[in-house]
């Protein structure tokens, strides 16, 4: 059976769009395969097998604890992310995982960086011991200090956030209170400028004697220190925002017969609000010393005092641990302030850019 001419010349035609069309698929699919999660695929593999395979080097009568399970979960994860980078899911049924696999891919470079350091760091103190004991250890100690002091540790980060709670809420009302007041009322300001002026550059913890003595217990003096740190800057900025508010803005609320409350409730505030954010930013990074210094020196509770404890009793892996924990949890008290401002200011969405 013979082929009509003009079939002929119509299946020469389909030939070349579907060789075109399988390789676009192959452009695709090579498209889809992450080479830098390939890279931190064998970064984290590498961790893994001279963290299991490599011996340790025995200080003392005993090993480190956890080292295997280390190196068997850096290869649990070097195989996920190798999955990951050569079949990328795709298509609508996984349209949920989408951002978390581009937030993933964005953290690329880090996740190739982290296990380098980790390896480092495993060679200096495990495995070859140049880095000596007790003032270093290997990142399996402190597994170990996470899983047998978990209840102490947890203690003291609840204690750390409570006062740390209480001393920014009392220290940013105040602070937001006094800025709207000298910022609106050259009255107020007159008198109270002067005080800020001369008190606040002075640093909190130069008065931690003098509140110790003043204050019935170390605990109040500590939420009385943390309050004065972050109300400072909140103040100064709340000042600043107020009186920079363009004057056309209170022209037009008066032509509408606004009252003077709410100029300041409706007006001032909300022009301000940019500059406040600001002020409680640059307060918590103000705090967050004054807190580890008072804990120290007289509060009973808290990461502060466990990093005393700790390096009394010349248990550095234990200080360590603390110190990666402060890390984490200062960084997230920023991370939910910054998630607050987007909320509060999504009216004014690019104010502000920090």
Do not use: C
């Not at 299991?52 to 009568?61: A, D, H, I």
């Not at 999955?83 to 696999?101: E, K, M, N």
């Not at 022209?251 to 017969?257: E, M, Q, S």
């Not at 991370?335 to 502000?352: E, H, P």
Request: aromatic share 12%; hydrophobic share 55%.
């Amino acid at each position: 059976m013979t082929t009509s001419q003009p079939a002929l010349d119509a299946r020469l035609a389909r030939q070349p769009a579907a060789a075109a069309s399988g390789v676009r698929a192959q452009d695709a699919s090579a498209a889809r395969i992450w080479p830098v999660g390939l890279l931190a695929a064998l970064a984290w593999a590498a961790f893994g097998a001279l963290t299991w395979r490599w011996p340790n080097q025995v200080v003392g009568f005993s090993d480190w604890a956890y080292t295997e399970e280390l190196g068997l979960a850096a290869l649990s994860a070097a195989a996920l992310l190798a999955l990951l980078a050569l079949f990328a899911p795709g298509g609508q049924h996984v349209r949920a995982l989408q951002r978390p696999l581009a937030a993933l891919r964005t953290a690329g470079p880090w996740l190739v960086a982290v296990p380098a350091v980790l390896s480092a760091w495993e060679i200096l103190t495990a495995k070859t011991a140049i880095l000596p004991t007790p003032f270093f250890a290997p990142p399996q100690a402190l597994i170990e200090v996470y899983a047998d002091d978990w209840r102490r540790l947890g203690d003291s980060v609840f204690n750390t956030l409570k006062l740390l709670g209480l001393g920014v809420a009392y220290g940013g009302l105040v602070g937001f209170l006094v800025g709207v007041s000298i910022g609106w009322s050259r009255r107020i300001g007159y008198w109270v400028h002067p005080l800020l002026r001369v008190l606040g550059p002075l640093p909190s913890t130069a008065l931690l004697p003098l509140t110790f003595y003043f204050f019935p217990s170390s605990y109040s003096a500590a939420v009385f220190l943390i309050a004065l740190a972050t109300a400072f800057p909140v103040a100064v900025l709340t000042w600043s925002g107020v009186a920079g508010v363009n004057k056309s803005y209170y022209d037009v609320a008066r032509t509408l017969g606004a009252s003077g409350w709410f100029l300041v409730l409706r007006v001032a505030i909300p022009a301000a609000l940019p500059q406040v954010f600001v002020g409680l930013f640059m307060g918590l990074g103000a705090s967050f010393s004054v807190l580890v210094t008072a804990e120290m020196m007289g509060v009973k509770s808290g990461l502060g005092w466990y990093l005393t404890w700790a390096q009394g009793w010349a248990s550095y892996v234990n200080m360590y641990a603390a110190l990666i924990v402060m890390a984490l949890l200062f960084s997230g008290v920023i991370t939910l302030l910054f998630v607050a401002r987007d909320r509060v200011l999504s009216w004014q969405k690019g104010t502000v850019k920090w």
